[in-house]
């Protein structure tokens, strides 16, 4: 069965940061594209990055609201993937889902960006 | 970035049907390789139920249907339930990015 977990939200103020980690069972990791989506109170859903398998050249994609300042990594060896978040906005605020390519989904772990 | 458009909210009957529509501001939705719809219900994380516009996941029941339709995507739920009652949302890539609808409450009454 996959299981996706994802940790390391809490509260952090603006200008802080944070590294999320999501650790995986059940599928192929390694041959996996895994995203991160996070679920905000002003903007509703919001595909954040995307990272591709070591064949295709590790290749990271990022949402314009966060590139520059979200970095998207991953660990074959280790199952997981991570999500860097620094210079954090109030507006980041929301709870972060890692998932495959849309298809299965961790319960996800919030993130509260306050002063 | 893309704005992409969906009912705010539609409400159907117990055994009946409606239609979710997904319209992306750039223009007609063409390519069914993007486009995913999923529910989420309070409290739980989206659940995927449509892939390639019009694809059921192996978990999706056979009521929900997807399909391009006039430019717009959609996902029609047929002989509706009180469980389906939930937001779903579509998520197509606009040829840079990926981009969710800003969903629609489906009350089922």
């Known amino acids: 069965e996959e299981q996706l977990a994802e940790s390391g939200g809490g509260l952090v103020k603006p200008g802080g940061s944070l590294r999320l980690s999501c650790v995986t069972s059940g599928f192929s990791f390694r041959n996996a594209w895994m995203s991160w989506v996070r679920q905000t109170p002003g903007k509703g859903l919001q595909w954040v990055a995307r990272i591709k398998t070591q064949s295709d050249g590790y290749t990271t994609e990022y949402a314009p609201f966060v590139k520059g300042r979200f970095t998207i990594s991953r660990d074959d060896s280790e199952n997981t993937v991570y999500l860097q978040m620094n210079s954090l906005k109030s507006d980041d605020t929301g709870v972060y889902y890692c998932?495959?390519?849309?298809?299965?989904w961790g319960q996800g772990t919030l993130v509260t960006v306050s002063s | 970035q893309t704005v992409v458009t969906q009912e705010p909210s539609l409400t159907v009957s117990p055994g009946g049907t409606v239609t979710l529509t997904c319209a992306s501001g750039t223009g007609a939705v063409t390519s069914a390789s993007f486009l995913n719809w999923f529910q989420q219900k309070p409290g739980q994380a989206p659940r995927p139920l449509i892939w390639s516009a019009t694809n059921r996941h192996t978990w999706t029941p056979a009521r929900f249907s997807g399909s391009l339709l006039g430019g717009n995507a959609a996902l029609t739920l047929s002989g509706v339930l009180p469980e389906d009652e939930a937001d779903y949302y579509c998520l197509l890539h606009d040829g840079a990015t990926w981009v969710f609808g800003g969903g629609t409450k489906l009350t089922v009454l």
């Open positions: 998932s495959t390519s849309f298809d299965y």
